[in-house]
């Protein structure tokens, strides 16, 4: 089912006397149960398709809908609470709380999002979600003494803990080394299925595209190719 449609999404930059149109009418339909992968050069719009798509900017022209309704048109409250509600991000590098444990990661996101539960129901999903990441063992840990590879699991259980509809995730891999990353792509992979959500990504590294059941490249603001796993 598409849940998220970009419609002849267009951008454009002012730097200093000069416009820039950075995306040049974009469409893309994302379904429910589906990791898209954005890839291509740098400098060719993927990080900003990525954030006018998660409602941190705003477009020049064309529509974001998100189940059927318009967020383009939308004001700042309405789409933050869309983002607080349905929406999860995930980053190069996990940008952990450092003096927060694994666990009072996922309790802070449950204090800030939409996402309303009881004191003991919280408890028990986050440690439903920590299960999920194979974090369980380590909620007491604080972000020093994990790896690379830990923290960006703690990183995708914070970011699915308020249960989102879509995981944003920009170069999720790009600060691991090439096992860590598959480890980490699998899981997103695994929990994109599980959970049912939509995963749009962004990322240079060629090996995770066999990970994508979409694989969209973009060059200087248009798509050039779109292809269709075969996985
Ligand atoms: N806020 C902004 N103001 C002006 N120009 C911008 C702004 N944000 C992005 N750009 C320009 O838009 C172009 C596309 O940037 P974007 O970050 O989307 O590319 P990208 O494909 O994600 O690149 P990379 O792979 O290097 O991260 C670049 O030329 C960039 O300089």
Known sequence: MSLFSINQIRKTFTNGEVEEEILKGITLTLKEGEIIALVGASGSGKSTLLTIAAGLQSVTDGQIIFEGKNMSAMNQEEIRKIRASQFGFVFQFSHLVP???????????????????????????????????GMNHRKNAYPSSLSGGEKQRVAI???????????????????????????????????????????????????????????????????????????
Do not use: C, W
């Open 157 to 231: 259980a914070r970011a699915l803990i308020h249960q989102p509809k879509v995981l944003f995730a920009d170069e999720p891999t790009a600060s691991l080394d090439s096992k860590r990353s598959k480890e980490v792509i699998l899981l997103i992979r695994q929990l994109t299925k599980d959970l049912n959500i939509t995963t749009l990504m962004v990322t240079h590294d060629k090996e995770m595209l066999a990970f994508a059941d979409t694989i969209v490249k973009m060059s200087d603001g248009v798509i050039v190719h779109k292809k269709e796993s075969i996985k």
């Open 99 to 133: 003096f927060l444990t694994v666990e009072e990661q996922l309790q802070l996101m449950l204090d800030v999002s939409e996402y309303q539960l009881k004191k003991d129901e919280q408890k028990k999903e986050v440690n439903r979600m920590l299960e999920l990441v």
